[in-house]
């Protein structure tokens, strides 16, 4: 199977903390995209981080990508109460347009 | 900020009937998606559409399924007879450029409950 896994899949922090989600996918990849979804909402892009990439930052998130381990991280820093969402990771591949994603994270921050 | 739109919200139908999940681009892409999530399952891919014609399916999108571009804006997906295990969340997405390293915009989605 291409496509990602998240783990853990529910956390549950206070407002300032930080929350770290994983993904682990089993073959090669393109790309690595965080997608967040607000409940009963649509997917909206977080960030994208090629396969020649090892990390990325776009403001309080900072996402590192390990290919041989096949796995990546998702760091949201001083967490605020509208962070509270599901959070997937979507991985693309070389020569097709398809995105495999996880089953996604749930996050609650507590204010 | 541009953004896709999908209607309806929610579809509601009878096992066996026709249903078109419609969806509204960001009117400068090229690439457009169908995916769906079944309740508590992943997001899976179903088929894109470049250029007239799909470019890609999956193995869910069977004959059940069709999509279309009938004018220049709006972009559909039919289910021709509704099983209940269409029940899902639909979601449209689009982007400008081909292949997956670009960043797909996603609709709200529309949620099918075939009863």
């Known amino acids: 199977s291409q496509q990602g896994e998240e783990d853990p899949q529910a956390l549950s922090i206070q407002e300032g903390e930080n929350a770290t989600m994983n993904c682990s996918y089993k073959?090669?990849?393109?790309?690595l995209q965080w997608y967040r979804q607000n409940s009963g909402r649509g997917l909206v892009h977080l960030i994208l981080?090629?396969?020649?990439?090892r990390e990325k930052h776009s403001g309080r998130l900072r996402v590192t990508l390990d290919t041989s381990k096949k796995s990546s991280s998702l760091l949201i820093t001083a967490s605020r109460a509208a962070d509270t969402a599901s959070y997937f990771c979507?991985?693309?591949?070389?020569?097709?347009?398809?995105?495999?994603f996880g089953k996604g994270n749930q996050v609650v921050v507590i204010p | 900020e541009p953004e896709v739109t999908q209607t309806p919200s929610h579809q509601v139908t009878q096992m066996g009937q026709e249903v078109i999940l419609r969806c509204v681009p960001i009117s400068n892409h090229l690439y457009f998606y169908w995916y769906r999530q079944i309740l508590g399952q992943k997001v899976e891919f179903l088929v894109s559409?470049?250029?007239?014609?799909?470019?890609?399916k999956s193995e869910i999108f069977d004959d059940q399924f069709s999509v279309e571009r009938p004018d220049g804006s709006n972009f559909t997906l039919k289910i021709r007879s509704t099983k209940l295990e269409d029940s899902a969340m639909y979601f449209c997405a689009s982007s400008g450029r081909r292949g997956s390293n670009t960043e797909a915009f996603f609709g709200q989605g529309t949620r099918l409950t075939v009863v």
């Open positions: 981080i090629r396969s020649n990439e």
């Open positions: 559409f470049y250029n007239n014609e799909i470019s890609e």
């Open positions: 073959t090669s990849i393109n790309n």
């Open positions: 979507a991985t693309g591949f070389y020569g097709n347009n398809r995105l495999a």
